[in-house]
């Protein structure tokens, strides 16, 4: 809240939308203690609320999140003498993980997909999950993808029902991504070679 502030993002009387208690955001389910609709910067501070909290954090973005939670000393000693304390552990935005996109299913209201690209830590896999209980649990579906497809989009078939593609960056040039699509996967079963290429970052 301070770096949003200091920033002038906001103002302690803007307002931001709390989800009524539950936000799903990037295939993790974020609660409240109570359902909220909008609160002004002041009150996500008076409420406690985990969900006001962290979209002011998203609105700071990653790189000065992550310097105020330096400067405010988290990840050092507190000086003081404190028996058996250690440095915390603060990576900093490149090692984060990113959560590519995400795809609500188009057959089920429950079913939805997301991509993770963890090139940044180093991670060459490929990491796709899928869900069909609304993000309570997740299912891990990489059969058949080699190490070093590092995946960007996920994507259900509009038409067929359990079909999937998966596209990532192969390269840019100065006007778009361009991206090709390997894969396909039936069902959860395995995914399947395809040779098509598409000047987009979201084929359908």
């Known amino acids: 809240m301070a770096a949003a502030l200091n920033e002038r993002k906001l103002q302690p009387d803007s307002t931001v939308f709390c989800e009524n208690g539950l936000w799903n955001f990037n295939g993790t389910a974020l609660h409240d203690h109570r359902a909220f609709s909008y609160l002004s910067v002041r009150d996500i501070l008076i409420k406690s609320s985990n969900i006001g909290a962290a979209k002011l954090a998203l609105n700071v973005g990653e790189q000065k999140f992550y310097e105020y939670v330096r400067r405010f000393g988290f990840g050092e000693r507190t000086g003081i003498e404190l028996p058996g304390e250690i440095n915390g552990l603060i990576r900093p935005p490149q090692s984060w993980s990113k959560i590519s996109i995400m795809d609500a299913?188009?057959?089920d209201a429950k079913t939805a997909y997301a991509a993770v690209n963890t090139l940044r830590l180093d991670d060459l896999k490929p990491h796709i999950y899928r869900t069909h209980d609304g993000g309570k649990t997740w299912t891990h579906i990489v059969n058949g993808l080699p190490?070093?497809?590092?995946?960007?989009?996920?994507?259900?078939?509009?038409k067929r029902?359990?079909?999937?593609?998966?596209?990532?960056?192969?390269g840019f040039d100065t006007?778009?991504?361009?991206?090709?699509?390997?894969?396909?996967?039936?069902?959860?079963?395995?995914w399947i070679a395809q040779h098509a290429s598409f000047d987009t970052a979201s084929p359908k």
Not at 161 to 170: C, D, E, K, P, Q
Not at 175 to 190: C, N, Q
């Open 105 to 107: 299913g188009r057959f």
């Open 161 to 170: 029902r359990g079909l999937s593609r998966i596209a990532r960056y192969v």
């Open 175 to 190: 006007t778009r991504p361009k991206v090709d699509v390997p894969s396909t996967e039936e069902r959860g079963l395995s």
């Open 147 to 158: 190490d070093g497809a590092t995946i960007n989009v996920v994507r259900e078939d509009p």
